[in-house]
């Protein structure tokens, strides 16, 4: 298990294990401060109490990649990346343009 917040996720997405899975606190608003558990498959099979499911983190890559495809290479900020994700979490689908 790793601690973390949403913003140092997305600085280091590229490094860390497409495997793992992204856990934040229940019922918070989420934003860049936001702490962040990121567990890997065997972790996450256990109850990780007060804490809720958001993306793998192979999905935070593709929801990211995907949105900078769609904007004709446009490097996503922080709060791009954030919402793009809360996006998919929420809809199952990427962020329209």
Known sequence: MRETTLAALFREIESV????????????EVN???????????ESEESVPGYRYLLEVELVKDVIEVWS???????PSPD???????????N??????
């Open 80 to 90: 791009e990346k954030l919402s793009a994700v809360l996006h998919y979490a929420r």
């Open 69 to 75: 495809e769609w904007r004709d290479g446009q490097v």
């Open 92 to 97: 199952d689908a990427y962020q329209p343009v």
């Open 17 to 28: 294990d497409d495997e793992m899975i992204v856990f934040v606190p229940q019922g918070d």
């Open 32 to 42: 860049l401060t936001t702490p962040a558990l990121v567990l890997d498959f065997d």
